[in-house]
């Protein structure tokens, strides 16, 4: 194994390289779901229609896409048997915001 693999390892705090693997796995599936998943919600809604502004538009679209790949991001990651590892995730992220 590479150095750069070990170091992945130790940063994402994985069990192996197979674990590294599936935890990779897990965030690409959660973002290009959430993406999809966000826009969806986003264009059902039709706030564009209500809102005018082209940054209010792209505020509002970032603040779905978060909040959606957080909810996408512990959904897959219990479809996989990782939901422990991503909740610690979840609530840094948490934390960090104060909610």
Do not use: D, P
Not at 20 to 44: P, R, V
Not at 68 to 82: C, K, P
């Amino acid at each position: 194994m590479t150095k750069i693999l070990k170091k992945l390892i130790l940063i994402f705090r994985a069990k192996s390289l197979i674990h590294l693997i599936k935890i990779f796995f897990i965030f690409g599936i959660a973002g290009s779901l959430s993406l999809y998943l966000s826009e969806l919600f986003y264009n059902t809604i039709n706030l564009k229609n209500f809102i005018n502004m082209y940054i209010a538009n792209l505020f509002i679209k970032i603040i779905f896409l978060i909040l959606v790949y957080q909810l996408t991001l512990l959904t897959i990651a219990m479809i996989f048997g990782e939901f422990r590892y991503f909740l610690k995730f979840f609530t840094k992220f948490i934390n960090r915001f104060k909610f």
